[in-house]
């Protein structure tokens, strides 16, 4: 049985009208999800007003509803909760209703604009490999106790959040591991859980349409550190621009993980090859099977965390050397004739573009030609896409512009937005291609023997989406098939 009251316990309300003492069957922050018996919570969003669905949850059936601004008129029979701030009752709300998982879970959480996936999906299969049944919250799917479940947000909604560690814990789970996008910090998808640990990877340009300045997303992003409790550790990046501020008001345990300065966790890389990176952690040499350096901070981050939480260095280390990264994420496969080297990478932002292309770059033996085919996002971050293009070209020999869910825009507008930050040097080394598949068809008749072909944006996103329509797509078959037909 929940017990309204009880649900409630911990939210800042202002009024009450109707009973609290009565059974909640279910919560939702969404009218059209609505049930017979449940709690419509009434939040303010960035494209409507939840206040505006308050009649329509309650012709679902809904008998509690909780909100900021209480409506002029009452239904008789139905509980009316205003509270200050509906986005954080509805993390506090949810925590309750499935038994506060999150206290009953090892919670780590990872932000940061690049490198979230990779260090949360590493921590997952560390775990998994120390002997512990784990949970994992990612872009990719979510997982739990080896089972996936779909992913739809990077952060899922407070509600489905807490239901999927609730789903953790009742698996037998001892640890979670999540990634906590900026967005979820802001709505307060978060508000609520208990974290053992909190990482920060790096902060660099993304998600401006939504933050609006940088400052603004520096913000967001510290303010996950200040709210985490004291008997959490928060693990920075000492070699971010960003990263002691990121930990400045934090009641956290501090520690920090570099290649450069002093820090709790050290490391220095040896050798950065394809094959993976040799690199001395704390003093003992270790070979992973990740490669570049962006990997090395994503490695030092997983193992500064396994460490803060009491595993043993050795073992740690070990197991860390045995992993592969996240789906496409550097994932790549080789052609069978002519050795043509095709990596799928989910860089989308201008960071993390100019991560990869350095990377291959430094890994490039003789004269290899690197060719990128890469677009932006519709209905996403506009300021992105000249700089994108720019650092794609700057960085490879040759560049296809294509579409990357171009979502409600047309494609061509947004290729124009990318074309915008191309100079007179660049024109000669990049095409417009719209059509992906076309695109990476070009790249490859463009590749000779051993060359690189990057296709960046899209990663393990098994789909274009175009108009609202998701289209089946996936850069990882499609290279696959088209280096089968060289063959031919
Ligand atoms: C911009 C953004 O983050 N939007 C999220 C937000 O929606 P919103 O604020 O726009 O909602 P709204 O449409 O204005 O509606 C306001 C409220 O009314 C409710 N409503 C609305 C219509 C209706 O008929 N009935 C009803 O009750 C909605 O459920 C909502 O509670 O809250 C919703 C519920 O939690 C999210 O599903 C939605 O994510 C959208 C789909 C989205 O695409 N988000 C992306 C940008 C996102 O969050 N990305 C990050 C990853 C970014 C990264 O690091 O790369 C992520 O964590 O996934
Ligand atoms: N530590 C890092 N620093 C910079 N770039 C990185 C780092 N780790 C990964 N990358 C690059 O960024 C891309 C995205 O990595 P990843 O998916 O791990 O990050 P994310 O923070 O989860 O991204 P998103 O917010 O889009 O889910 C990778 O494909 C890689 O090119
Ligand atoms: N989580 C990221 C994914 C972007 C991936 C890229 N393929 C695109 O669609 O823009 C976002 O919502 O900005
Ligand atoms: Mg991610």
């Known amino acids: 049985m929940r017990i309204l009251q009880d649900i409630l316990y911990k939210v800042n309300i202002l009024e009450v009208r109707g009973d609290t003492g009565r059974e909640v069957l279910s919560l939702t922050l969404d009218s059209r999800k609505a ?47 205003q509270v200050r701030d509906s986005a954080a009752a509805a993390g506090q ?9 999150s206290a009953h879970l090892t919670l780590v959480g990872v932000t940061g604009t690049n490198g979230k996936t990779t260090v949360a999906t590493l921590l997952y299969k560390l775990f998994t490999g120390l002997g512990y049944t784990c949970g994992l919250l990612s872009t990719v799917q979510n997982e739990i106790a080896g089972r996936v479940v779909a992913a739809t947000h990077t952060t899922p909604d407070p509600i489905e959040l807490n239901a999927l560690l609730a789903d953790m814990v009742a698996a037998g789970c001892t640890h979670a591991f999540m990634e906590v996008s900026s967005h979820a910090i802001h709505q307060q998808r978060v508000a609520g859980l208990v974290f053992a640990g909190g990482i920060f990877t790096n902060i660099t340009h993304d998600h401006l349409d939504y933050h609006k300045t940088f400052d603004e ?19 920075s990046n000492a070699d971010d621009k960003r990263g002691t501020v990121m930990l400045q008001n934090t009641p956290a345990r501090k520690a920090y993980y570099s290649l450069r300065t002093l820090a709790e966790v ?34 030092l981050a997983v193992y500064g965390a396994a460490v803060a939480l009491g595993e043993d260095k050795t073992t740690v280390l070990q197991v860390l050397s045995t992993l592969t990264g996240a789906e496409g994420r550097f994932d790549y496969i080789v052609s069978p004739v002519d050795r043509i080297m095709g990596i799928v990478d989910y860089a989308h932002t201008p960071d993390a573009l100019l991560n ?33 293009a720019e650092v794609a070209c700057e960085h490879s020999d040759r560049v296809i512009l294509t579409a990357d869910n171009p979502r409600s825009e047309d494609p061509m507008d947004i290729l124009r937005d990318m074309e915008s930050g191309l100079g007179s040097a660049a024109k ?17 008749t463009l590749a000779g023997k051993g060359d690189i072909i990057l296709v960046a944006g899209k990663g393990h996103e098994k789909y274009q989406e175009i108009k609202g329509v998701k289209h089946p797509f996936d850069d990882k078959a499609i290279l696959k098939e088209l280096f089968a037909l060289l063959e031919k």
Not at 93 to 101: L, N, R
């Open 35 to 81: 049930e017979v018996g449940g709690c419509f919570i009434a939040v303010k969003g960035t494209l409507s007003d939840g206040h505006k669905f308050i009649p329509m949850a309650l012709d679902k059936g809904a008998v509690v509803v909780v909100c900021e601004v209480m409506p002029e008129e009452q239904r008789p029979g139905v509980t009316y909760v």
């Open 217 to 235: 997303y520096i913000r967001v992003k510290k303010s996950f550190f200040d709210n985490l409790p004291a008997t959490a550790f928060a693990l």
């Open 356 to 388: 990869v292309l350095s990377t291959l770059q430094k890994l490039r033996k003789g004269g290899e030609k690197i060719i990128t085919v890469v677009g932006a996002g519709g209905d996403r971050d506009k300021t992105k896409r000249p700089v994108m």
């Open 93 to 101: 709300m949810a925590h309750q209703f499935y038994g506060e998982p």
């Open 266 to 299: 050290k490391g220095k890389i040896l050798e950065n090859e394809l094959t993976g990176l040799v690199m001395v952690v704390d003093d003992i040499e270790v070979h992973f099977r990740l490669i570049g350096e962006f990997n090395a901070y994503n490695l």
């Open 428 to 444: 000669r080394k990049y095409l417009v291609v719209p059509d992906r598949t076309e695109a990476i068809k070009t790249a490859i």
